[in-house]
């Protein structure tokens, strides 16, 4: 999407967030104007590109990068110091000009990084944009990058080069509460499919292939908070969600938003773990469903198992020992009876090598006795176990080479 469909102006000073919305009701959305928890960046971006002369448009460091003229807010990474190693403030123009003589200026935030990797974040700030006539509260927030690459001449020889890249985003997200039979929960409905339209299913086609493409809703707990990972508690929109044991299907429409109760049967599954999560899909439907000791109950069909992640303790304020795995099990759910999931039982793991150009490559692969590919174990505290240790010896027992395998 292009830049020119940022029509923008920005709320007074971009750190001075708009006051509280006004609360609709039980089924109406609200353009959030601060971000919501979990929130930091999304919508529709672009990309940053060096500024030929950054002094002439009212940057300071040689190397300002900024977005593309043409739309009414333009933003730039930039820094207060000409020798600074790298962009540490954004500057938003509200102009309509990309001169940033006169601009909003905000600190970007250091994001934790490993290595020579550096990355910078521009915090969700808001703005307007214009939709259709209308004004409308958004957010926009960028991205910094700068990293070590490594590329080969013609030679074949090995260079390391430092590079960097950088962009902005605008999103819309809408608030509220949702009606899912007689419990009401808060909602946030995010603009996934980035055309600036909340709460809809579009289709795009790739080619010849077609396929939906949906904005996403976070649910609350009980409790009416929101999970603080933006992956966590989220469906997309015209999927099913459980809300206390019971199914439903979220629908949006000119700011409204409904779940309707899923008619059909219903089955139960059980999955021998504390605690646990799967992933069902069938016939175009995703089932996130999470559960315990007792089972759970879901829409009858048949579905594939696309993923589990299989907890040690039931508590889930904590982390803990869990392992991760992915399928292609067909699994059945019948009407009015019980079935049973096996995952995560009698690991084994092998080994396999790669030669090429004189360099051998080792990995290691792990599945459970039901042929599942376990990817991730995470032991005591959430946390991942060393990295197995691999010895290759020659013919007579001795050693030629040890290593430690790293995670990828």
């Known amino acids: 999407m292009k830049?020119?469909?940022?029509?923008?102006?920005?709320?007074?000073?971009?750190?001075?967030?708009?006051a509280g919305i006004a609360a609709g009701g039980v089924g109406d959305l609200t353009y959030a104007k601060t971000a919501p928890p979990g929130i930091s960046s999304g919508g529709v971006s672009t990309s940053?590109?060096?500024?030929?002369?950054?002094?002439?448009?009212?940057?300071t460091h040689p190397k300002a990068m900024a977005t593309g003229k043409g739309a009414t807010v333009a933003v730039a990474f930039d820094?207060?110091?000409?020798?600074?190693?790298?962009?540490?403030?954004?500057?938003?123009?509200?102009?309509?000009?990309?001169?940033?003589?006169?601009a909003i200026t905000v600190k970007l935030t250091k994001v934790p990084s490993r290595g020579s990797y550096t990355m910078l974040s521009l915090a969700p700030q808001p703005i307007t944009i214009s939709k259709n006539g209308k004004k409308i509260p958004a957010l926009v927030s960028g991205r910094y990058y700068k990293y070590q690459s490594r590329t080969r001449n013609a030679k074949a020889q090995t260079n390391?080069?430092?590079?960097?890249?950088?962009?902005?985003?605008?999103?819309?997200?809408?608030?509220g509460q949702c009606r899912f039979g007689d419990t009401v929960r808060k909602v946030l409905v995010t603009d996934n499919n980035r055309n600036m339209t909340l709460g809809?299913?579009?289709?795009?086609?790739s080619g010849t292939r077609e396929y939906k493409r949906a904005d996403y809703c976070r649910i609350a707990d009980a409790k009416g908070?929101?999970?603080?990972?933006?992956?966590?508690?989220?469906?997309?929109?015209?999927?099913?969600?459980?809300?206390?044991?019971?199914?439903?299907?979220?629908?949006?429409?000119?700011?409204?938003?409904?779940?309707?109760?899923?008619?059909?049967?219903?089955?139960?599954?059980?999955?021998?773990?504390?605690?646990?999560?799967?992933?069902?899909?069938?016939?175009?439907?995703?089932?996130?469903?999470?559960?315990g000791a007792k089972p759970v109950s879901v829409p009858a069909g048949k579905y594939q198992v696309r993923?589990?992640?299989?907890?040690k303790n039931a508590d889930a304020s904590k982390p803990c020992a869990s392992i991760y795995g992915s399928s292609s099990r067909p699994l059945t759910i019948t009407a009015d009876k019980a079935?049973?999931?096996?995952?995560?039982?009698?690991?084994?793991?092998?080994?396999?090598?790669?030669?090429?150009?004189?360099?051998?490559?080792?990995?290691?692969?792990?599945?459970?006795?039901?042929?599942?590919?376990?990817r991730t174990i995470y032991g005591s505290g959430g946390k991942r176990p060393a990295a197995p240790q691999i010895e290759v010896v020659d013919n007579t027992g001795k050693v030629i080479y040890l290593a430690k395998l790293a995670y990828g």
């Open 3 to 18: 830049t020119t469909l940022w029509s923008c102006v920005i709320f007074g000073a971009a750190v001075a967030l708009s």
């Open 48 to 59: 940053m590109r060096p500024v030929a002369n950054p002094a002439a448009i009212g940057l």
């Open 79 to 102: 820094s207060a110091n000409a020798k600074a190693d790298v962009l540490d403030i954004a500057r938003i123009d509200t102009t309509g000009k990309s001169d940033f003589t006169s």
């Open 160 to 175: 390391t080069v430092m590079r960097v890249s950088a962009s902005a985003s605008v999103q819309t997200i809408g608030q």
């Open 200 to 205: 809809d299913v579009i289709t795009r086609k």
């Open 225 to 291: 908070k929101f999970a603080s990972s933006s992956r966590a508690g989220y469906v997309q929109m015209g999927q099913p969600t459980q809300i206390d044991g019971k199914w439903y299907t979220l629908s949006a429409e000119n700011m409204k938003i409904t779940a309707a109760p899923m008619t059909g049967g219903l089955g139960t599954l059980a999955i021998d773990s504390p605690r646990w999560q799967c992933m069902l899909t069938r016939d175009g439907l995703t089932l996130n469903i999470a559960g």
């Open 307 to 311: 993923m589990f992640r299989l907890y």
């Open 339 to 374: 079935t049973s999931f096996s995952a995560g039982e009698d690991m084994t793991a092998a080994m396999s090598a790669r030669a090429s150009k004189g360099k051998v490559r080792f990995s290691l692969s792990q599945t459970d006795g039901s042929g599942s590919r376990i």
